[in-house]
Protein backbone atom coordinates (compact mmCIF):
# COMPACT_ATOMS: atom_id res chain seq x y z
CA UNK A 1 0.00 0.00 0.00
CA UNK A 2 0.84 3.84 -0.24
CA UNK A 3 0.29 6.01 2.80
CA UNK A 4 0.18 9.76 2.15
CA UNK A 5 1.01 12.45 5.06
CA UNK A 6 0.27 16.24 4.87
CA UNK A 7 1.69 18.29 7.55
CA UNK A 8 2.41 21.92 7.06
CA UNK A 9 2.88 22.13 3.42
CA UNK A 10 4.69 18.78 3.65
CA UNK A 11 3.24 15.54 1.69
CA UNK A 12 5.10 12.48 2.44
CA UNK A 13 4.45 9.26 0.35
CA UNK A 14 5.47 6.20 1.83
CA UNK A 15 5.67 2.89 0.15
CA UNK A 16 4.76 -0.10 2.73
CA UNK A 17 4.62 -3.53 1.39
CA UNK A 18 6.89 -5.05 3.91
CA UNK A 19 6.04 -8.49 2.52
CA UNK A 20 7.55 -7.69 -0.86
CA UNK A 21 10.47 -5.06 0.67
CA UNK A 22 8.46 -2.20 -0.63
CA UNK A 23 8.85 -3.66 -3.87
CA UNK A 24 6.09 -2.10 -6.80
CA UNK A 25 3.58 -4.03 -8.26
CA UNK A 26 0.74 -2.47 -10.77
CA UNK A 27 -1.23 -2.33 -7.95
CA UNK A 28 0.80 0.03 -6.12
CA UNK A 29 2.06 1.95 -9.02
CA UNK A 30 -1.71 2.33 -9.16
CA UNK A 31 -1.95 3.88 -5.49
CA UNK A 32 1.16 5.72 -5.88
CA UNK A 33 -0.58 7.71 -8.52
CA UNK A 34 -3.47 8.92 -6.67
CA UNK A 35 -1.27 9.56 -3.79
CA UNK A 36 0.58 12.19 -6.38
CA UNK A 37 -2.84 13.49 -7.40
CA UNK A 38 -3.48 14.12 -3.70
CA UNK A 39 -0.58 15.75 -2.85
CA UNK A 40 -0.71 18.16 -5.66
CA UNK A 41 -0.61 21.83 -4.03
CA UNK A 42 2.24 20.86 -1.81
CA UNK A 43 5.07 23.02 -0.67
CA UNK A 44 7.30 20.10 -0.79
CA UNK A 45 7.21 16.44 -1.18
CA UNK A 46 8.99 13.52 0.50
CA UNK A 47 9.34 9.92 -0.84
CA UNK A 48 9.97 7.01 1.64
CA UNK A 49 9.74 3.32 2.15
CA UNK A 50 8.11 2.07 5.55
CA UNK A 51 10.38 0.54 7.64
CA UNK A 52 14.39 0.02 7.54
CA UNK A 53 14.95 -2.59 5.24
CA UNK A 54 14.27 -1.36 2.12
CA UNK A 55 13.25 2.24 0.43
CA UNK A 56 12.22 0.75 -2.74
CA UNK A 57 13.75 -2.64 -3.98
CA UNK A 58 12.59 -2.22 -7.24
CA UNK A 59 9.61 -3.95 -9.37
CA UNK A 60 8.21 -6.85 -8.01
CA UNK A 61 9.40 -9.71 -9.71
CA UNK A 62 6.64 -12.11 -8.64
CA UNK A 63 3.94 -9.78 -9.78
CA UNK A 64 5.76 -8.57 -12.77
CA UNK A 65 6.38 -12.22 -13.97
CA UNK A 66 2.61 -12.07 -15.36
CA UNK A 67 3.85 -9.82 -18.09
CA UNK A 68 5.62 -11.99 -20.90
CA UNK A 69 5.10 -10.09 -23.60
CA UNK A 70 7.24 -6.89 -25.31
CA UNK A 71 3.95 -4.70 -25.54
CA UNK A 72 2.68 -5.61 -21.90
CA UNK A 73 6.58 -4.89 -20.79
CA UNK A 74 7.41 -1.32 -22.34
CA UNK A 75 3.77 -0.42 -21.18
CA UNK A 76 4.52 -1.04 -17.48
CA UNK A 77 8.19 0.72 -17.95
CA UNK A 78 6.14 3.49 -19.67
CA UNK A 79 3.62 3.62 -17.02
CA UNK A 80 6.36 3.56 -13.96
CA UNK A 81 8.52 5.95 -15.46
CA UNK A 82 5.74 8.86 -16.36
CA UNK A 83 4.99 8.73 -12.55
CA UNK A 84 9.37 9.47 -11.93
CA UNK A 85 8.73 12.06 -14.23
CA UNK A 86 6.06 13.53 -12.14
CA UNK A 87 8.55 12.94 -9.49
CA UNK A 88 10.86 14.83 -10.93
CA UNK A 89 8.57 17.62 -12.68
CA UNK A 90 6.69 18.56 -8.89
CA UNK A 91 6.90 22.42 -8.32
CA UNK A 92 8.44 22.04 -5.38
CA UNK A 93 11.47 20.57 -3.02
CA UNK A 94 11.14 16.54 -3.86
CA UNK A 95 13.19 14.81 -1.68
CA UNK A 96 13.91 11.15 -1.40
CA UNK A 97 14.39 9.49 2.09
CA UNK A 98 16.38 6.20 1.53
CA UNK A 99 15.47 4.69 4.89
CA UNK A 100 16.65 1.31 3.84
CA UNK A 101 18.31 -0.09 0.20
CA UNK A 102 17.36 1.67 -2.97
CA UNK A 103 17.92 -1.43 -5.50
CA UNK A 104 17.50 -1.37 -9.52
CA UNK A 105 13.76 0.41 -9.78
CA UNK A 106 13.66 1.92 -6.29
CA UNK A 107 17.32 3.67 -7.06
CA UNK A 108 15.04 4.92 -10.17
CA UNK A 109 12.73 6.50 -7.83
CA UNK A 110 15.50 8.01 -5.79
CA UNK A 111 17.02 9.83 -8.63
CA UNK A 112 13.79 11.50 -9.60
CA UNK A 113 14.09 13.60 -6.41
CA UNK A 114 15.97 16.11 -5.94
CA UNK A 115 17.24 15.40 -2.85
CA UNK A 116 18.23 11.92 -1.95
CA UNK A 117 18.67 11.72 2.35
CA UNK A 118 20.36 8.15 3.13
CA UNK A 119 20.74 6.31 6.25
CA UNK A 120 24.10 5.45 6.85
CA UNK A 121 23.53 1.56 6.30
CA UNK A 122 21.78 1.61 3.23
CA UNK A 123 23.04 0.62 -0.43
CA UNK A 124 22.08 2.18 -3.61
CA UNK A 125 22.28 0.99 -6.81
CA UNK A 126 21.01 0.64 -10.66
CA UNK A 127 21.49 -3.54 -10.57
CA UNK A 128 19.07 -4.17 -13.67
CA UNK A 129 21.61 -5.98 -15.67
CA UNK A 130 21.78 -8.97 -13.02
CA UNK A 131 18.28 -9.52 -14.37
CA UNK A 132 19.48 -9.19 -17.67
CA UNK A 133 17.49 -5.75 -18.57
CA UNK A 134 18.16 -2.29 -18.56
CA UNK A 135 16.62 0.82 -16.66
CA UNK A 136 13.98 1.91 -18.21
CA UNK A 137 12.00 4.61 -15.70
CA UNK A 138 14.46 7.32 -16.34
CA UNK A 139 17.14 6.27 -14.06
CA UNK A 140 20.12 5.85 -17.03
CA UNK A 141 19.63 9.33 -17.65
CA UNK A 142 18.87 10.78 -14.57
CA UNK A 143 22.66 8.84 -13.18
CA UNK A 144 24.02 10.36 -15.91
CA UNK A 145 23.43 13.91 -14.70
CA UNK A 146 24.13 13.47 -11.27
CA UNK A 147 27.94 11.47 -11.69
CA UNK A 148 28.52 11.96 -15.74
CA UNK A 149 28.05 9.84 -18.39
CA UNK A 150 31.06 7.21 -17.76
CA UNK A 151 30.40 6.93 -14.34
CA UNK A 152 26.91 5.92 -14.84
CA UNK A 153 27.82 3.44 -17.64
CA UNK A 154 30.42 1.84 -14.89
CA UNK A 155 27.87 1.87 -12.39
CA UNK A 156 24.80 0.81 -14.16
CA UNK A 157 26.46 -1.23 -16.74
CA UNK A 158 28.31 -3.15 -13.94
CA UNK A 159 25.53 -3.27 -11.10
CA UNK A 160 27.25 -2.10 -8.87
CA UNK A 161 25.45 -1.54 -5.51
CA UNK A 162 27.20 1.67 -3.52
CA UNK A 163 27.56 2.02 0.84
CA UNK A 164 25.81 5.20 1.34
CA UNK A 165 28.94 7.34 2.38
CA UNK A 166 30.69 5.98 -1.26
CA UNK A 167 27.08 7.00 -3.04
CA UNK A 168 27.01 10.18 -1.19
CA UNK A 169 31.04 10.97 -2.88
CA UNK A 170 30.20 10.65 -5.91
CA UNK A 171 27.14 13.02 -5.53
CA UNK A 172 24.43 10.25 -6.00
CA UNK A 173 23.29 10.76 -2.28
CA UNK A 174 23.27 14.18 -0.90
CA UNK A 175 22.84 13.66 2.65
CA UNK A 176 24.03 10.43 5.05
CA UNK A 177 22.70 10.12 8.20
CA UNK A 178 23.39 8.37 11.34
CA UNK A 179 20.76 5.70 11.60
CA UNK A 180 19.20 6.74 15.34
CA UNK A 181 19.12 10.17 13.64
CA UNK A 182 17.83 9.92 10.53
CA UNK A 183 13.51 9.72 10.86
CA UNK A 184 13.69 13.09 12.64
CA UNK A 185 16.67 14.59 10.51
CA UNK A 186 14.87 13.72 6.75
CA UNK A 187 11.75 15.20 8.27
CA UNK A 188 13.41 18.59 9.70
CA UNK A 189 15.12 19.04 6.34
CA UNK A 190 12.11 18.60 4.41
CA UNK A 191 10.09 20.71 6.46
CA UNK A 192 12.72 23.70 6.08
CA UNK A 193 12.41 23.44 2.38
CA UNK A 194 8.79 23.47 2.36
CA UNK A 195 8.33 27.30 1.60
CA UNK A 196 7.69 29.49 -1.22
CA UNK A 197 11.54 30.40 -1.44
CA UNK A 198 12.93 27.03 -2.06
CA UNK A 199 10.36 26.31 -4.85
CA UNK A 200 11.30 29.51 -6.66
CA UNK A 201 15.43 28.47 -6.20
CA UNK A 202 14.38 24.69 -7.69
CA UNK A 203 12.77 26.73 -10.59
CA UNK A 204 15.72 28.52 -11.16
CA UNK A 205 18.25 25.41 -11.08
CA UNK A 206 16.05 24.15 -13.92
CA UNK A 207 15.35 26.90 -15.88
CA UNK A 208 16.84 27.61 -19.11
CA UNK A 209 16.48 31.51 -18.42
CA UNK A 210 17.58 31.83 -15.23
CA UNK A 211 18.52 35.44 -15.23
CA UNK A 212 15.36 37.07 -15.87
CA UNK A 213 13.49 33.99 -14.22
CA UNK A 214 15.68 34.92 -10.91
CA UNK A 215 15.02 38.65 -11.05
CA UNK A 216 11.38 38.17 -11.97
CA UNK A 217 11.28 35.78 -8.51
CA UNK A 218 13.28 37.90 -6.37
CA UNK A 219 10.95 41.20 -6.93
CA UNK A 220 7.87 38.50 -6.06
CA UNK A 221 9.44 37.90 -2.98
CA UNK A 222 10.84 41.18 -2.10
CA UNK A 223 7.63 42.45 -2.25
CA UNK A 224 5.95 40.11 -0.11
CA UNK A 225 4.29 40.07 3.32
CA UNK A 226 6.84 37.36 4.40
CA UNK A 227 9.66 38.91 3.45
CA UNK A 228 9.30 42.26 4.94
CA UNK A 229 8.55 40.33 8.00
CA UNK A 230 11.65 38.85 8.18
CA UNK A 231 13.48 41.97 7.24
CA UNK A 232 11.96 44.04 9.78
CA UNK A 233 12.96 41.48 12.27
CA UNK A 234 16.71 41.89 10.91
CA UNK A 235 16.46 45.53 11.13
CA UNK A 236 15.19 45.87 14.54
CA UNK A 237 17.51 44.14 16.06
CA UNK A 238 20.89 46.49 14.16
CA UNK A 239 19.36 48.97 15.85
Do not use: Y
Amino acid sequence: MVELELQDGLAVVTIDRPQARNALDLATMDELEKALDAAEGAAALVVTGAGDRAFVSGGDLKELAKLRTETQAAAMASRMRALCDRLAAFPGPVLAALNGHALGGGAEVAVAADIRVAADDIRIGLNQVRLAIVPAWGGAERLARLVGPGRALLLAGTGRLLEAVEAERMGLVDLVLPRAEFDRGWRELALSLATRQAREIKNLTTCARAPREAAMAFGRLWASEEHWEAAEKVMSRGK
